[in-house]
T-cell receptor
């Protein structure tokens, strides 16, 4: 079945460092891909999305490109802030968009 | 526009009891999905409703059920609670067009503790 694999955390960075969180997927067809972020004690917030190959999603300085040839959707940010500390989830949706399949999540900790 | 709301936010129940959780979607969203989040299993899809019909279901036992009302509000029910049902239950809503749903927006979740 469809699945998402994320790099294991935690990821610990200093403020203004470059961030990459790797995400690869296995799916039949052409799913939409998402990154969600979860802050402590809260639900998930949609960070960015891409619906077809070579699409780049971007939001709040974060970017990810839908790479069909490598089945990847890596999350990047050029300069992280302490406020970016959270858990990041990569996800794909089924064809009809009724269900999301999530990776295990990557905890990011940014120190000043 | 108000976001997805879930009630209650916290719940403590005893093994063997049943529980009902409620979700109100974003105005105009007719698709509601439910997920269970646990430290061990991560985020797992429970079921999805659209126009009061369950369109998709994850791999959970029949103790987990749901329904959707004509105003798109949804409830999920867990009967005969087990300790392993302790989790954060997340509801998400999405806009639907032509039968396809778009990105899902999540509520804050209901934290269920089973003792």
């Amino acid at each position: 079945g469809d699945s998402v694999t994320q790099m294991e955390g935690p990821v610990t960075l200093s403020e203004e460092a470059f961030l990459t969180i790797n995400c690869t997927y296995t799916a039949t067809g052409y799913p939409s891909l998402f990154w969600y972020v979860q802050y402590p004690g809260e639900g998930l917030q949609l960070l960015l999305k891409a619906t077809k190959a070579d699409d780049k999603g971007s939001n709040k300085g974060f970017e990810a490109t839908y790479r069909k040839e490598t089945t990847s959707f890596h999350l990047e940010k050029g300069s992280v802030q302490v406020s970016d500390s959270a858990v990041y989830f990569c996800a794909l949706s089924d064809q009809a968009g009724t269900a999301l399949i999530f990776g295990k999540g990557t905890t990011l900790s940014v120190s000043s | 526009k108000a976001g997805v709301t879930q009630t209650p936010r916290y719940l403590i129940k005893t093994r063997g009891q049943q529980v009902t959780l409620s979700c109100s979607p974003i105005s105009g969203h007719r698709s509601v999905s439910w997920y269970q989040q646990t430290p061990g299993q991560g985020l797992q899809f429970l079921f999805e409703y659209f126009s009061e019909t369950q369109r998709n279901k994850g791999n959970f036992p029949g103790r987990f059920s749901g329904r959707q009302f004509s105003n798109s509000r949804s409830e999920m029910n867990v009967s005969t609670l087990e300790l392993g049902d302790s989790a954060l239950y997340l509801c998400a809503s999405s806009f639907t067009s032509g039968g396809n749903s778009y990105e899902q927006y999540f509520g804050p979740g209901t934290r269920l503790t089973v003792t």
